[in-house]
């Protein structure tokens, strides 16, 4: 029962991301169909294999996260900056885009 609904879980997150960057419903199809190819195929192989390949999969994540916590450093420093510039002036911290010079977002309006 774990297996399953972490199948169905994985799947929904993965989903859900692949529709934030693209709404193409050929993307989503082949995407569809890959993740039955990989499920069908995982269910198919040793325990060794899934562990491989789990392990070769989290360093390749573990690369990406890396490079963007590099990308996205001086984003987290000005953020700083502004939330203790805000506490010397006495006030409550409040995160305002434009503070930091984000000015492209939808969420933070």
Same mark, same amino acid.
């Given at each position: ?20 960057? *693209?709404?193409?419903?050929?993307? !989503?199809? /082949?995407?569809? @169909?890959?993740?039955? #190819?990989? &499920?069908?195929i995982g269910a198919q192989n040793n325990i060794t294999v899934a562990w *491989?390949?789990?392990?070769?999969? !989290?360093? /390749?994540?573990? @690369?990406?996260?890396? #490079?963007? &916590? ?40």
């Open positions: 029962m774990f297996a399953f609904t972490s199948i169905i879980g994985n799947y929904f997150y993965a989903e859900s991301n692949i529709r934030f960057i *693209s709404k193409n419903k050929t993307f !989503m199809t /082949i995407f569809r @169909i890959a993740a039955a #190819v990989m &499920i069908f *491989s390949l789990a392990d070769i999969t !989290m360093g /390749i994540e573990a @690369i990406v996260n890396i #490079v963007v &916590i590099l990308l996205l450093s001086g984003i987290a420093v000005r953020t700083l900056k502004d939330y203790e510039a805000q506490k010397a002036q006495g006030i409550d911290p409040v995160f305002h885009e434009k503070n930091i010079g984000i000015d492209n977002t939808d969420v933070w309006k």
